[in-house]
């Protein structure tokens, strides 16, 4: 079924509002759980209730097992990898503005790669978008936090889970675009989510205790990063691989910062610069180039 115009137009502000959200999880829950462990808890929950509304609702499953497997690879890569990363820096204390930053480099990545990978052609309008987006972001990133204090060997430890998960997403976004870019979006995240959940158990099991606080933050959390990110902004995400090029795709992402800045100023009363708001107009600016080329 296509897509309503006005829907296709909204669906990636949706979905960068949406993916901005995620640093409330991170915010609230990880204080009581392990970062792994507290992704186990999140995979299991999308999996039973996607799983629910598959069967519910007859959805279709994955015509051949090498379908199957291209969707579970995208998962790995999007979901393990990339957010597993995401929550080990943090619990390692990686600051949100370095992180930030280094996920940030995901759509010149994507664009220097999308080439030789997918075939697209990468206008200089398009360069220029994607280099002014990155300039936006970091001064957004510059003016929000600073490394205070951190020796050279404690900051590799922190960045090398966030570099796994900018080669994750990465990677993810390309494969998912030249292997199985269509795919029914109930089954899928069961697909997408299963290998992810055994991956991520695997490793917890050897490298954390895997013991839960079942606070009411922890809670709220959970219940979060479940309906809003993880079913929510992924089957956005899934919907834009679909209908857009990779890196018109990946230059969303020059915009998670700043919507994430806006929110914490409304939500927490964070204050804004103006080198952060002249950030943000540079990014937005970056963006529109990145996606009119």
């Known amino acids: 079924m296509p897509t309503p115009p006005l829907l296709a137009r909204l669906t990636p502000l949706l979905f960068v509002l949406l993916w901005s959200t995620g640093f409330i999880g991170a915010k609230y829950g990880l204080p009581y759980a392990e970062p792994l462990s507290f992704l186990v808890a999140r995979y299991v929950l999308v999996i039973g209730l996607m799983s629910l509304l598959a069967l519910a609702m007859r959805a279709p499953w994955p015509a051949s ?68 987006g990155f300039g936006g972001v970091a001064l957004v990133v510059g003016s929000k936090a600073s490394v205070d204090g951190v020796d050279g060997d404690a900051l590799v430890h922190m960045l090398v889970p966030a570099l796994a998960a900018l080669l994750g997403i990465t990677a993810g976004t390309l494969y998912q675009k030249r292997f199985c870019p269509r795919f029914d979006l109930r089954t899928g995240s069961v697909m997408q989510f299963l290998p992810s959940l055994i991956l991520t158990l695997l490793v917890a099991s ?67 610069s103006a080198l952060a708001i002249a950030g943000m107009a540079i990014a937005v600016a970056g963006v529109w180039l990145a996606r009119k080329g």
């Open 206 to 272: 050897q490298t954390e205790t895997m013991e839960i606080e079942w606070t009411g933050d922890f809670v709220f959390a959970l219940g979060w990063l479940v309906l809003v990110l993880s079913i929510g902004a992924i089957s956005l995400l899934n919907l834009l691989i679909r209908s857009g090029s990779a890196v018109n795709v990946a230059s969303l992402f020059y915009l998670t910062p700043p919507t994430t800045a806006l929110i914490a100023w409304v939500m927490f009363d964070e204050t804004l």
């Open 65 to 132: 097992p090498r379908e199957a497997l291209h969707i579970g690879v995208t998962g790995v890569l999007v979901q393990a990898l990339y957010l597993g990363g995401v929550f080990v820096s943090i619990h390692r204390g990686l600051p949100a503005g370095i992180s930030a930053l280094v996920v940030g480099m995901q759509p010149l990545l994507t664009a220097a790669l999308a080439g030789a990978l997918l075939g697209e052609r990468v206008s200089a309008r398009q360069w220029a978008g994607l280099a002014l």
